[in-house]
């Protein structure tokens, strides 16, 4: 009898260890976090966090933890993307058919001439511009972004005054013309300038002819230019405007973004 109570007694101890070491397995599971599978961190729940199996005194429990749905991170709003930039009418344009002297269209620092004068910049906050040469004539188009749309009219308004002073003085054979430019922007202007011919001229005098359009959109302008080795002619070089103008209408829709009613 004294054995056999020797042995009850260690079987019920046995037995009260392994309960206690299975209450303390199943605390220890239940009361776990994965900070990997909160939604502040930004991810959800992996496979192997999702699931865990406790096991003690020789045997599994077969308990299973699932990720709940407030364990998967909320979708992040993204920000709109960037706007994208104006393309000009020839940026990265191949040569122009014609003779081989004909160059690709390649980035030029915007210069914008008007009687041999660069039109300043002023108040400019971005600027690109291309240039090739075609038919031994150098053509150039570009895009100049001002702070204010005042700035813009007074870019414009400058090249239309440098017109009217293009004579140097008595006996210049340097003259300007210039006229409004309709089209799908806020104003124009086609400008031609060069030697014109006169009776005092020598023959010796220099020749060329240079036609400039501009086209205000905001506080945006857009323009084309193209010298040649012609002579000024009484009005504006129509034959140059048609030429360059495709230019304008390509830019002009795209400068919506800069006006005050968006696009």
Partial sequence: MGTAGTRLRRMTVTTVLAVAALSTTACSGAGSTDLSATPDSGASASPAAASTTSTAAGGTTGRTTVASPAATAAPTATAPPAPSAVRLLHDGAPPEPGIEENTPWRPTAVRVTVCWQDVPLTGAQEHRAVTALVDMERWSEGLVVFATAEQAVRFVEVARISVTECA???????????????????????????????????????????????????????????????????????????????????????????????C
């Fill in 168 to 262: 140097a003085g008595d006996g210049s054979p340097w003259q300007g013309r210039q006229q409004r430019l309709d089209g799908a922007w806020g104003e124009g202007v086609a400008i031609s300038y060069g030697s014109a011919p006169a009776p005092s001229q020598s023959p010796s005098a220099p020749m060329g002819e240079t036609t400039v359009v501009l086209a205000r959109v905001g506080r945006a302008v857009t323009y084309a230019q193209r010298g040649s080795h012609g002579i000024l002619g009484e009005t504006v070089n129509a034959r140059g405007v048609a030429e360059l103008r495709p230019a304008l209408d390509h830019v002009a829709p795209q400068l919506c973004r800069y006006t005050r009613a968006g």
